[in-house]
């Protein structure tokens, strides 16, 4: 693992400090994904963190820029039925931290609000809430999976 001292997200993958609520969801070589903090988001969001050290898309690898397209396809299957969303946002700055991460916002069918009114809204959820939305997004997942390797007539628990 390329590390940089002092980035809050190789120091955090290094001790497993703030680990997310209901644990990651995925672990696989190039990304990280979890429930994002309850105090600042809400229920149902997902963060993706980078395993490497880079800021932005610009600094991506070949394949780290395919394993994330993949990962995204594999997350909205996942995210939409998990929290009954109507969209999921994705959204990724880097403003305060220039480690690679990206957000996914579900919002929901009866949310009146849109777009960036809709993400520029104070945002926190409980903590049991957020563990709640992981484990159905993670029981989704598995279901996705399980279906993927149905398709290709692999063998499921491996
Ligand atoms: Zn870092």
């Given at each position: 693992m390329i590390n940089q001292p002092g980035c809050y997200y190789c120091d955090r993958q290094q001790?497993?400090?703030?680990?997310?609520p209901g644990g990651w969801l995925i672990e696989d070589d190039d990304w990280l994904v979890g429930h994002g903090p309850a105090q600042m988001c809400l229920a149902g969001s997902l963060r993706i963190e980078s395993r490497r050290h880079f800021t932005d898309f610009a600094e991506m690898t070949d394949a780290e820029a395919a394993s994330f397209g993949r990962l995204l396809a594999s997350l909205y299957r996942a995210a939409r039925p998990g929290t009954g969303a109507e969209r999921i946002h994705l959204v990724s700055t880097?403003?305060?931290?220039?480690h690679f991460h990206a957000w996914l916002y579900p919002r929901a069918a009866d949310e009146p609000r849109r777009g960036t009114t809709f993400l520029n809204q104070d945002m926190s959820c409980a903590q049991a809430d957020a563990e709640a939305a992981a484990a159905r997004i993670r029981h989704c997942l598995t279901a996705d999976t399980r279906l993927v390797r149905e398709i290709l007539g692999q063998p499921h628990g491996a």
């Open positions: 001790t497993g400090q703030d680990a997310p880097m403003d305060f931290q220039p």
